[in-house]
């Protein structure tokens, strides 16, 4: 017997709830945009989402008052070797 399954559910058991990631949505204006691909240029990060994750790490450590350099010196050290994995020689702005 096969479960038929509805759109919107979900089917995923008990345990795995506590631990599931959770979509944010964001709106950007025009200028939050232009702001967004600015740092993906700097960041060398191709990827929006990342990118935006990256920025508010940086966010969190300057808040904290984490090692801010060394936060960032990891994120640009760690897209660079990934943009050479994938073949990304450089991140233009769009």
Known sequence: ?????????????????????RVLPV???????????QAQVWLQQEKEGTAFKQLALLGYAFLT?????????????????????LGIVEVEKN
């Open 1 to 21: 017997m096969v479960l038929e399954k509805k759109p919107f559910r979900d089917y995923s058991l008990e345990e795995k709830k506590d631990k599931r990631e």
């Open 27 to 37: 709106w950007l204006n025009l200028d939050d945009q232009e702001m967004l691909k």
């Open 65 to 85: 008052g984490e090692h801010l350099t060394g936060k960032l010196r990891d994120i640009l050290f760690k897209n660079a070797r990934n943009n050479k994995r």
